[in-house]
């Protein structure tokens, strides 16, 4: 049984930071990619990046490219994302997810993902 664990949110001030962690267990955690997403209230559930399963290549949303990093630790079976430069608009709930296969590229969409964590949420004020 697959189980994905959030946690490092909580409430910063704008310009802060945070790094949030995703932790898995029940199964080779190395063999998948792990995306990062965020649902605000009253908003879709919106892509924030994603990481292949070696760590070598990376993806970010628009929003969120140059001012946000994830990075992985196959050893440790746990991926990070580290928020840099956060604004108001990055407040949501933040959710690991990870899925059974290859998601082909398409690691955007949440379709991709079979297995989510419980969410972190993450407060900025202004």
């Known amino acids: 049984q697959v189980q994905l664990l959030e946690s490092g949110g909580g409430l910063v001030q704008a310009g802060g930071s945070l790094r949030l962690s995703c932790a898995a267990s029940?199964?080779?955690?190395?063999?998948?990619?792990t995306g990062w997403f965020r649902q605000a209230p009253g908003k879709a559930r919106e892509f924030v990046g994603a990481?292949?399963?070696?760590?070598?290549?990376?993806y970010y949303a628009d929003s969120v490219k140059g001012r946000f990093t994830i990075s992985r630790d196959n050893a440790k079976s746990t991926v990070y994302l580290q928020m840099n430069s956060l604004k108001p608009e990055d407040t949501a709930v933040y959710y690991c997810a990870s899925p059974s296969g290859p998601v082909g590229g398409n690691y955007d969409q949440s379709q991709r993902y079979n297995y989510w964590g419980q969410g972190t949420q993450v407060t900025v004020s202004s």
């Open positions: 990481i292949n399963w070696s760590g070598r290549i990376q």
């Open positions: 029940g199964r080779t955690f190395s063999s998948y990619a």
